[in-house]
């Protein structure tokens, strides 16, 4: 797949403003071994190979485990994720799924037990936040870092 543009380069504003979008949910305080959950299970939706690659290394340097990292994309029959991940996870999907789930109530009202409001503003943020980068990276075919030896063994 060959790369259409550098959108950093062509749009430096918009980016910037993205960028910051970014930085201030990752300074929001919001749980980071979930962001990373988050961030990775949404790009894997949105078949987003620069972001899923981004994100396992991030979740890998962070200390996520590589069985929770392999089995994110099938957690709801995995007895790894708590309760309050299993929330964040499915209202993920709702979000990115948005015209399919239409964020109903079913995927909402597991939030509020184990999110504060704050926490929800937060957690929607962040799932806007990587959508927006997925939109970005897919649409323009951000060619993710290959190890061209480990490929070729």
Known sequence: MKT???YFAKAPELLKAVSAL???V???GFDRKLTHLVKLRASQIN????????HVKEARKDGETE??????SA????PLYSERERAALEWT????????????????EPLKTHFSDAEIVQLTVLIGAINVWNRLAV???SQHPVDRQAAAA
Request: charged content about 25%; some cysteine; hydrophobic content about 35%.
């Open 75 to 78: 957690w709801r029959e995995s």
């Open 4 to 6: 259409r543009m550098n």
């Open 139 to 141: 649409g323009f075919r």
């Open 26 to 28: 990752q300074d929001s």
């Open 93 to 108: 999907e709702a979000l990115t799924l948005l015209p399919q789930s239409r964020a109903n109530d079913e995927f909402y």
């Open 47 to 54: 078949g987003c190979a620069y972001c899923v690659d981004m």
């Open 67 to 72: 069985q929770r990292i392999h089995l994110i």
């Open 22 to 24: 970014e930085q201030a």
